[in-house]
């Protein structure tokens, strides 16, 4: 047993957790760079919970509400612009993955003198104090050391990683979820769920990854008939009243989303993240559905060859994790309840399957599997998905 | 669902370590303080490892070897003072509990002006880097912010606690742990069962902190087995050859150890602990044995109070993680196995119970309790578990 456990944030669970603790922000300095997307983080009331406490403390902030989905280089280097022109002394995510993966490249690009070519390249070894809020449950940024950016051609999601990208502070407030619609909802929740079922299947996964994964997989699969009978209204999102998930299920949806973030904080994601990329840059497919279009076929795949190779299986302790009361799940069980949850599947092309699959083999999730993937297999795999 | 969970210390663990990421400890300084017990680091090859590290980095050293079990706030001040005189730049504790509180407590002291009197009531805001190696599975201080140390008077084990006093690094090598006897293999056993278990008996348990407990005691009980049929030597040690552990059961017991040390970091321990503090005091029992003796009594109590007060019972899931293959272990059979690993009982007087008692229920522990605690319930558990 080899691992190297490392996760210095400090999480902190709870309603109105921001105001509660707005004593913890007034430590890191007098001026933020709040960092969001456009409108959601006004909308669910954690951008007037952020503003409070800080007005409170006697903080100022500046705001950059510009992060689009998938967040480009420019992006981020724009919002580290914002802090040094500003003279701001910390940084506050507020948001999904977009937002709190802007504002954590933004706090390391503002200590760093990186062009903008090289963002992705470069090597971080300071970076502002960093405060996340997640405003969905599934990205995990808030305990991670990684921000995904897109590159400035636009055909490259890329992770910048750096032990200093850790958050200082992750404040997990369930409120700020209950109007998500159901679309938000499960892909979110299947992003979370791959992230901890991929980190099963990385080189880098260890009996304490593990542990963490079980729990966060335990805890979603026992909400899987919640997210599958969650109603939409005409708008595709979930009707504001009896139709919404209650507040606990939000609560447990968001503790498996960050337990889920601090396992690949130790193991970082599998194949199933780079195919993934491909269908967002490609498609704009949300990130967390397009993971769990890949997710049925993926652990088919890597089930035969762990059979075929006769390595110690890792599949069993992933469909255990997945069942209730003692029985294991099985793949195919599995594989009819993400098509619920994901309805009518995207088609794909030879063309476009033959492309992302060039793409995907030579990225580092696909060489540095504990199991050998070929291009083949992820032609295969692609057209499993989406053909 | 509330919690501030916070752990930062960096966990590395497997065969080697030390040796392997010794570049972690040149970035501590030039000179280290040693802290550990009288013979086992020279024993069990881990201060052999440290100093080969060390001397690798070009750094020196200053071995202080003369902590003894429970240590003492003088003994704790004498290493702090010998850092000062020394001019040590970081701290590394070599040991089981005591040895690396010691060393915690120290690389806090050191930079404290704070008298000897006034060591438990002080609050640290500043510690030197320290590194803590555990040489036996179940103290869970490499992960923890908590130092014990036993009081001038010997009258009183309590604890100092800050964040400063969070390990930067914990090398966990299962190797240090093959040559220890079965004594000290199932207390310490048992000691890390009661870290997890009394965890979620606490006001301060959470779901996330229950999340570490759960895997914890789960691993823990799947060892059973072994820990029970564990041969002893003449001297009551284990044999060395065929009758010892496996390195796969000391690997896991040390991962077990490590993650209930992660729960009490966010939980602290409950009265369990609080008791058996007075055991140790006045018979010297070992740390982990005083609590193995208390806490089959300690959970029935807790059980009943719980049905009796109609509140959300916490019995269950430890009965649940308990038990093996989906079946819960019932406490009675619990408190079975703990008789079959403690052998037979101490016996305690009733005015040792009485003052024992009177002591205890004056403790943080005691009053802490989410279900209220009186001094003569204690004097029940003392009677049931020593009588």
């Given at each position: 047993m080899e691992f190297n456990y490392f996760m210095p944030t400090r999480v902190i669970m709870g309603g109105d957790c921001v105001v509660k603790n707005r004593a913890l922000l007034g430590e890191?300095?007098?001026?933020a760079l709040v960092v969001s997307g456009k409108n959601s983080a006004r909308i669910n009331g954690s951008y007037d919970d952020v503003a409070k406490a800080l007005a409170a403390n006697g903080q100022t902030h500046v705001l950059f509400d510009r992060v689009m989905s998938n967040p480009t280089v420019d992006c981020a280097c724009d919002a580290a612009e914002l802090i040094r022109r500003e003279g701001c002394d910390f940084v506050i995510g507020i948001g999904g993955g977009s937002p709190m993966d802007a504002a954590k490249a933004a706090a390391a690009l503002a200590l760093a003198a990186v062009d903008r070519a090289a963002v992705h390249g470069a090597s971080y070894t300071r970076a502002l104090p960093l405060v996340e809020i997640p405003t969905t449950a599934g990205t995990g940024s808030e305990v991670t050391q990684y921000a995904i950016l897109t590159s400035q051609s636009g055909d490259l999601k890329k992770s910048i990683g750096s032990p200093v990208l850790f958050p200082r502070y992750a404040f997990l407030d369930p409120r700020y979820m209950r109007r998500l619609g159901r679309e938000t909802t499960v892909n979110t929740a299947i992003d979370a769920l791959s992230h901890s079922i991929e980190g099963m299947l990385t080189p880098r996964s260890s009996e304490m990854s593990n542990a963490l994964a079980r729990e966060s997989i335990a805890i979603i699969a026992g909400l899987f008939d919640e997210l599958v009978h969650m109603k939409k209204d005409d708008a595709g999102r979930a009707a504001a009243s009896a139709a919404a998930l209650s507040p606990e299920v939000r609560e447990k949806l968001l503790l498996a989303s960050t337990l889920a973030g601090m396992v690949i904080a130790q193991t970082g994601t599998a194949l199933v993240h780079a195919m993934g990329y491909e269908l967002t840059l490609e498609w704009a497919t949300d990130h967390g559905r397009a993971n769990g279009l890949l997710l049925g076929a993926f652990l088919k795949f890597v089930d035969e060859r762990e059979r075929a190779a006769g390595i110690p299986p890792r599949i069993p302790a992933i469909c255990a994790a997945l069942g209730a009361a003692g029985n294991s799940m099985t793949l195919d069980e599995f594989s009819r309840l993400l098509d619920k949850l994901l309805g009518v599947r995207e088609k794909a092309s030879c063309e476009q399957i033959e492309a992302w699959a060039q793409k995907s083999a030579a990225t580092k999730n696909a060489k540095d599997a504990y199991i050998s993937v070929q291009k083949s297999d992820i032609i295969r795999l692609f057209e499993q998905s989406l053909g």
């Open positions: 890191l300095g007098k001026k």
